[in-house]
């Protein structure tokens, strides 16, 4: 891994569920992250955004809305074609790190119509095909939930500009590493890496 970087996630639970007509969860409030991901029907998402202003998102088949921890939520399913969903549950220090490089956020919680939809249930499905509890069962969940991740990832619509932060950060950590026992300045790293030194602090503050 680049610079010893490591991190850390961990699968917390998972599971799927064909709903009846109109079956609701919440108003609820969680201590980890949770994605929903519908493969049939369709249903309602009462989501609070960090201002506490409460958004509503109708959601159908190959769609999926994120549960993030701390943030009041409500699911229904519709009373005529109640979703049927899988779900999967993971916290860790750098699940929030992760959640940044796809299109996810607490105002835009949702991912809709997606042209990938398939490939999202093939990496959720691999998962629950691995299950088990012994160790050897747990590394191979929590390889698969990276894997997930991974697409996530790839097909993020702000993928670019993710990438172009990410390698300002990386030229800069690699300036930092090659020149630690010299007197470096924020100067010399902006110039470095060829940004101005505002430019180069709003990188790292997002």
């Known amino acids: 891994f680049p610079n010893e970087s490591y991190m850390d996630l961990t699968l917390y639970q998972y599971g799927r569920e064909t709903c009846t007509p109109a079956h609701s969860y919440g108003p609820a409030i969680r201590n980890h992250y949770l994605f929903h991901f519908i493969l049939n029907g369709k249903g309602t998402l009462y989501s609070n955004s960090t201002d506490g202003q409460t958004h509503v998102f109708h959601l159908k088949r190959h769609e999926g809305f994120l549960i993030s921890p701390r943030q009041v939520n409500t699911y229904i399913a519709d009373e005529r074609d109640p979703w049927e969903y899988a779900w999967v549950g993971f916290t860790g220090s750098d699940a929030k790190l992760i959640l940044q490089a796809t299109d996810f956020s607490q105002e835009s919680p949702y991912l809709k119509d997606l042209s990938y939809g398939q490939e999202v249930y093939e990496k959720l499905l691999s998962i629950?095909?691995?299950?088990?509890?012994?160790?050897?069962?747990?590394?191979?969940?929590?390889?698969?939930?990276?894997?997930?991740?991974?697409?996530?990832?790839?097909?993020?619509?702000r993928k670019n500009e993710g990438d172009q932060t990410a390698a300002y950060i990386q030229k800069s950590v690699d300036f930092i590493t090659a020149n630690y026992s010299s007197s470096i300045k924020v100067q010399d790293i902006a110039d470095f890496v060829g940004l101005s030194r505002s430019q180069l602090f709003r990188v790292f503050m997002q």
């Open 128 to 157: 629950y095909e691995v299950r088990g509890n012994d160790f050897r069962n747990q590394v191979q969940m929590t390889g698969r939930l990276y894997e997930f991740f991974a697409l996530l990832m790839e097909n993020a619509k």
